[in-house]
């Protein structure tokens, strides 16, 4: 069992980590997007058509990153930025959010596990994640305990 520091998120870290899980899932998207509606905006002939395909090409990718800055913004998350900890063990995960609440998380009960450079996320539906940022462990060996009794296993099932 390890203990993690207490931490919390801010809204800018929030949409950063949001931001960063889109551009993993549709960056190639929204660069093809951006590279031909260049393409048409210099080559093309100048109709409806193609200033449609300009506009959408261009402002898509705008207003999906205007959509996660929005959610992360909104009054109504405020609980994703309550402090938190967790006590992690190798069959289920305790979080404590502040002298709030406590919620216990069997490990079993998580679909998919992603990590990014400096974060771990744990999904337990497909719009429930757990946030784990790696600075909140105590020690380097904690966060290895940690992604071999817990997020490997859910990775590898």
């Known amino acids: 069992m390890i203990k993690t520091k207490k931490f919390q998120l801010t809204k800018k870290e929030y949409f950063m980590f949001l931001v960063r899980l889109e551009l993993k899932r549709r960056g190639w998207l929204f660069a093809f997007m951006w590279i031909f509606s260049a393409i048409v905006l210099f080559t093309g002939k100048k109709d409806s058509f193609s200033f ?3 506009v959408v090409g261009f402002m898509y990718p705008v207003l999906t990153i205007y959509k996660y800055w929005s959610f992360a913004n909104s009054k ?5 930025f309550k402090e938190r900890q967790y006590e ?3 069959d289920r995960i305790i979080s404590r959010m502040g002298e709030i609440s406590e919620g216990t998380i069997d490990v079993q009960n998580f679909i998919k596990v992603f990590e990014l450079k400096d ?4 999904y337990i539906s497909k719009g429930q994640t757990l946030f784990l940022p790696k600075l909140i462990f105590e020690t380097q060996e904690d966060e290895n305990w ?3 009794e817990v997020f490997l296993k859910v990775k590898n099932r």
Do not use: V
Request: charged letters at 15%.
């Open 52 to 54: 449609f395909i300009i």
């Open 76 to 80: 109504e998350n405020k609980i994703i």
């Open 88 to 90: 992690i063990f190798p």
């Open 119 to 122: 974060l771990y996320l744990l």
């Open 146 to 148: 940690f992604r071999n």
